[in-house]
């Protein structure tokens, strides 16, 4: 069983029917089948269900336009063989058998695009097929959603450790035109077999315009940034093809060249001294507009002789590459769908600020914020056994960060950013808290519950642990940036106390550390079944001169915690002892203890001075490290 889409000019796709097997259309869907021309079309629009002789028609949650059935509009139908129905301006027809007799071009079976062009149909196992569209000595293939699932990726290892640098990578980039710099250079590591790589961004407006067009003689102009690097061998400058970059953009699925030197190469590529090329659009919302380009010369054996076997692995790198950017970025961009508020805040903060207009809301000002850094751990190791299963790692990925962001949105937190490998939240603006640090604490355990789960029930964030870092005190937040792009941040000296509370974490072998003004509101509005706080020791942050006081936030006894109360006074009386020049009580009451990480920080810190305060002692150590 088919159904086709026809659209107003005579635009066709067809796409098979497969018992109980669900299959998404929409105008630009991330899997399924894209019916591209038309605008009414939402991106994911509806989910098809062929089941005994039937086929439900259900409309997605964000489809745009309803589905026109028997003259009214519907939500979700169900309709047999030879009935149609009626998405903005294109007919859906059933058909009983055989492709539309209108139709001799189009490929029937899964072909989740488009194609205005003339195409030969390859068998890809069983799934979704690849169209080749073959001039004289040049070949092209494009590859929908998941066509590539079972290439194998031409070096695991290799590129696996290159991945493992991404999110940092992501998250340091100064701009845009900063990050395209940054990939540029990791696909010619990643891929030794390129010569020239680009990273192409193009306004949103120019996509829009592309996908509304008719013809593939689309008049692409200059692109917001491009970023070029070539090898060291390479002579000439490097331009991407205009006809790969258009199958991008357009159709939202890779697109490969191959061509022998010479023949040909004035249609797909601006240099005649190479003969393969592809081009992988990054599909996220976030990225409208991004593709990443990859051009080269010659096969795996070192010979001019290339076949599509020998790019499929460097490709499904690139298109996992691709998905890892769109994927972080969508989660910095917060929620891009939603209101501006709905992307920064809960919808409890979001229901206090009703009546307010948004700049308003938005409007930078000075308060009492509390900051939360949480940095997620182990990415190294997972890494490494997901090695050759890289789509599973990307969602452990996509579950870490969801536990994080989840605990800071569920205690009515605030999203600010993620730097480097942590997440920074903050509560006080716009709202500001009674209760000042209470719900960055609650936050905290409960991200630290998430991942200290018994190893059964852990799931896809096995192997990961998390640092997290709190501290409370004057900032300024807001919306901060230009008109054209602007996020909602916050900064001051407090968010650097914040990210070096979280990196102590590491130095004591805690879970969660704390300020001094966070731990005195924790002891005086929390009870002990709720939360518990053990002061660690009086430290000087490396880089700093004042020296601070640092506390860990502990859940109640018993909850997945062996920290007793005796061992916490216990614990304090020591630093005390240590603050003040005792340090033979200290060690005494140190022995007494059950050698954690806290109690070694104290031990090892006393023995670089022979267990002898110094004659300058000042009642705190001084860290040689963030």
């Not at 569920?410 to 920074?424: H, K, P, R, S, Y």
């Amino acid at each position: 069983m088919q159904l086709t889409a026809r659209g107003p000019n005579d635009q066709q796709a067809m796409v098979d029917l497969v018992e109980e097997t669900v299959v998404r259309f929409g105008r630009a869907p991330k899997t399924g089948w894209a019916i591209s021309w038309d605008l009414q079309i939402s991106r994911e629009h509806a989910d098809l269900r062929w089941s005994d002789g039937r086929l439900k028609v259900s409309c997605t949650q964000g489809a745009t336009n309803p589905i026109i059935w028997g003259g009214q509009t519907h939500r979700e139908i169900t309709v047999g063989p030879g009935e149609t129905f009626r998405i903005g301006a294109t007919e859906f027809r059933l058909n009983q058998t055989g492709p539309d007799p209108v139709s001799s071009q189009t490929d029937a079976s899964e072909s989740v695009s488009s194609h205005h062009t003339n195409v030969a149909t390859v068998e890809l196992d069983d799934h979704p097929v690849i169209l080749a569209e073959t001039e004289g000595d040049a070949e092209e293939f494009s590859y929908a959603a998941d066509d590539l699932r079972h290439a194998e990726f031409a070096d695991p290892t290799r590129q696996m450790e290159l991945l493992a640098n991404l999110p940092k990578m992501i998250t340091s980039s100064e701009s845009d035109v900063d990050l395209a710099l940054k990939l540029v250079g990791l696909l010619l590591q990643a891929i030794p077999q390129a010569v020239a790589v680009a990273v192409v961004q193009y306004d949103e407006s120019v996509v829009t315009q592309l996908r509304q067009s008719e013809s593939d003689q689309f008049n692409l102009p200059k692109p917001a940034i491009m970023r070029v690097q070539t090898r060291d061998t390479y002579e000439g400058r490097f331009v991407p093809s205009r006809r790969l970059l258009i199958h991008a953009l357009k159709l939202a699925e890779s697109n490969m060249h191959i061509w022998a030197r010479g023949a040909g190469s004035a249609q797909f590529t601006m240099s005649d001294s190479l003969n393969w090329a592809f081009c992988t659009p990054i599909a996220a919302e976030s990225c409208t507009g991004w593709c990443l380009y990859v051009s080269g010369e010659g096969g795996k054996d070192g010979t001019q002789l290339v076949s599509e076997d020998d790019l499929k692995g460097d490709l499904r790198f690139t298109e996992l590459l691709a998905q890892f950017i769109g994927s972080i970025r969508q989660v910095r961009l917060l929620q891009e769908h939603k209101t501006q508020l709905s992307s920064f805040f809960s919808p409890k903060v979001i229901e206090s600020l009703t009546g307010r207009s948004a700049a308003d809301v938005l409007k930078p000002s000075e308060r009492d914020i509390t900051v939360m850094f949480c940095d997620v751990r182990g990415f190294s190791k997972k890494a490494e056994k997901y090695r050759d299963n890289l789509q599973e790692l990307l969602m452990c990925v996509r579950a870490a960060l969801s536990a994080m962001t989840g605990g800071i949105m569920e205690n009515d937190g605030t999203i600010a950013d993620f730097q480097g490998d942590a997440a920074l939240g903050f509560w006080g603006w716009p709202v500001a808290l009674d209760e000042g640090p209470i719900p960055a604490c609650l936050a905290a355990l409960a991200v630290q519950s998430e991942f200290n789960r018994l190893p059964e029930e852990q799931g896809l964030l096995e192997g990961f642990s998390v640092g997290v870092g709190i501290a409370h005190g004057r900032a300024i937040a807001g919306q901060i940036g230009t008109s054209q792009q602007a996020k909602v941040g916050v900064f001051g000296p407090v968010v650097n106390q914040g990210s070096r509370l979280e990196g102590m974490t590491k130095q004591f072998g805690v879970g969660v550390c704390i300020d001094e003004s966070t731990s005195d509101f924790v002891r005086r509005m929390l009870p002990r079944d709720k939360a518990r706080v053990r002061k660690l020791a009086r430290v000087r942050p490396k880089g700093m001169d004042t020296a601070v006081t640092v506390s860990e936030l502990l859940p109640p006894f018993g909850q997945k915690c062996e920290i007793t109360d005796a061992m916490i006074e216990r614990h304090e009386a020591a630093v005390e002892a240590i603050v003040t020049g005792d340090w033979d009580l200290a060690q005494e009451i140190l022995k007494k203890q059950p050698g954690d990480g806290p109690t070694r920080f104290l031990l090892d810190h006393m023995a670089e001075f022979d267990n002898r305060p110094p004659t300058d002692w000042a009642g705190s150590f001084s860290l040689v490290q963030k």
